[in-house]
Antibody, heavy 115, light 112 residues
Framework: EVQLQESGPGLVKPSQSLSLTCSVT????????WGWIRKFPGNKMEWMGY???????SYNPSLKSRISITRDTSKNQFFLQLNSVTTEDTATYYC?????????WGQGVMVTVSS | DVVLTQTPVSLLISLGGQASISCRSS???????????LHWYLQKPGQSPQLLIY???NRFSGIPDRFSGSGSGTDFTLKISRVEPEDLGVYYC?????????FGGGTKLELK
């Protein structure tokens, strides 16, 4: 069974970087697409970007040059780095596999940006 | 960016009733390859979102046939028949035809 699990700090200071790891079991990240999605307080959801089976990436332009998604295929993990965070980056962050849709999701990690 | 407008924002339905959720796009969601990449998700309280319908009308594995999707171009609908308690939560549409991929604002389904 495909399983994803996010990990990382729950609290980040403004202007610092947010770094999250998504550990995948039951499926190789060298197949399909692997994305990061966040849900803000309230209901708004935002697609942040993905890394493909080949390692290519695509990002939401709204995140401009702040975002980077990388991977370690030997550990079957992929990573999110979001730089220069502000309080507006406070959200629950999810990693997910994209196949026919986002068909497998992690449980999510709540990240608060606060001093 | 493509804006997906979901209506209604909230829906009060009796158990066993039928619910209908609309997702209207600011642009056609027909991809240059002819496919339409409009998906539907449900986020139950305390859980991660789950895929219900992909590419407009295809039920994902394990999704009961009480859920159906339809539509084309810019107008899409998710119907839930014989609503059960496990159907409660927030429903989202997502398009990935155009970059950036965008979500609708969500529709909260509650019991009357």
């Amino acid at each position: 069974e495909v399983q994803l699990q996010e990990s990382g700090p729950g609290l980040v200071k403004p202007s610092q970087s947010l770094s999250l790891t998504c550990s995948v079991t039951g499926y190789s990240i060298t197949s399909n697409y692997w994305g990061w999605i966040r849900k803000f307080p309230g209901n708004k959801m935002e697609w942040m970007g993905y890394i493909s089976y080949s390692g290519s990436t695509s990002y939401n332009p709204s995140l401009k040059s702040r975002i980077s998604i990388t991977r370690d295929t030997s550990k079957n993990q992929f990573f999110l780095q979001l730089n220069s965070v502000t309080t507006e980056d406070t959200a629950t962050y999810y990693c997910a596999r994209y196949s026919t849709g986002f068909d497998y999701w992690g449980q999510g990690v709540m990240v608060t940006v606060s001093s | 960016d493509v804006v997906l407008t979901q209506t209604p924002v909230s829906l009060l339905i009796s158990l066993g009733g039928q619910a209908s959720i609309s997702c209207r796009s600011s642009q056609s969601l027909v991809h240059s390859n002819g496919n339409t990449y409009l998906h539907w998700y449900l986020q139950k309280p305390g859980q991660s979102p789950q895929l219900l319908i992909y590419q407009v009308s295809n039920r994902f594995s394990g999704i009961p046939d009480r859920f159906s999707g339809s539509g084309s171009g810019t107008d899409f609908t998710l119907k839930i028949s014989r609503v059960e308690p496990e159907d409660l939560g927030v429903y989202y549409c997502l398009q990935r035809t155009h970059n950036p991929w965008t979500f609708g604002g969500g529709t909260k389904l509650e019991l009357k």
